[in-house]
């Protein structure tokens, strides 16, 4: 069964993000990929505070979440709709939430990023805690390639997590890492978690430099349980494909 990462190189302004998205997804199909996963901020990166505040959706309603039960259903996959933002409980914060939709255009699971990522070195910080509402429940659902569990990005580094998971036959990780955080620790960290955990790990993530500067470092990528990496891309926007055999 072929499994297909996107990646992009998203920037503040949704209907473009969602234009790129589109081809990509549909590139991924016409390859034959039966699960696709966007990466995390799909829809826009780099966005100011005010702005991704006023992007945020309620849940179940909006034209991202719209755009994504479209394109499930139009191809006729399993879509692992990278992150969004959605309505927190608090009203001055976002949930960065990835959702999940059957190829008839259900949505079979949300999973909220429970670990928040603060980071600082030079000038370069991040504090998403100050935006976003972090989620409490780890998340997975099934499909016909097994049993799925979900992460966002900084959730990469807490095995924890995972283990919460129970079996799992795949994980699919939406991510945005930095260039700095990513060079140092994305593929080490990738691989660890599908060895650690015997299954297929499929990462989507950001790659490039973005409209504000902000540099991620892609590498999307598939790894099989032995920790071999069956597939990537560097940076730039495209489709990374490879198969899961299932055990």
């Known amino acids: 069964m072929k499994l297909a990462a996107v990646q992009m190189i998203s920037g503040p302004d949704v209907a473009p993000n969602l234009d790129t998205a589109s081809h990509l997804i549909a590139e991924a199909a016409a390859a034959g ?16 505070d005010v702005d991704r505040l006023a992007a945020r959706e309620a849940d179940g309603s909006g034209p991202i979440q719209d755009f994504l039960v479209a394109a499930a259903r139009k191809h006729r996959l399993w879509l692992v709709g990278g992150s969004i933002p959605l309505q927190a409980d608090d009203p001055a914060k976002l949930r960065n939430s990835c959702l999940v939709y059957d190829p008839e255009g259900r949505r079979v699971a949300r999973y909220d990023k429970i670990h928040l990522f603060g980071f600082r070195k030079g000038e370069e910080s991040y504090d998403e805690a100050a935006t976003i509402e972090r989620g409490d429940q780890v998340v997975a659902f099934d499909c016909p390639l097994g049993r799925v569990g979900i992460a966002i990005c900084y959730d990469l580094r807490f095995p924890e997590l995972f283990r919460a998971l129970g079996e799992v036959d795949l994980l699919v990780l939406p991510a945005a890492f930095t260039e700095t955080t990513g060079r140092a620790h994305w593929e080490l960290l990738l691989r660890a978690r599908a060895v650690e955990n015997q299954c297929y790990v499929l990462a989507a993530a950001q790659g490039g430099r973005h409209p504000n500067g902000r540099m991620t470092h892609g590498n999307s990528m598939v790894i099989d349980p032995w920790g071999e990496v069956l597939a990537r891309m560097d940076k730039g926007e495209g489709v990374v494909i490879a198969e899961q055999v299932r055990q």
């Open 33 to 48: 990929a039966q699960l696709v996963a966007l990466p995390e901020y799909f829809p826009l990166i780099g966005a100011s």
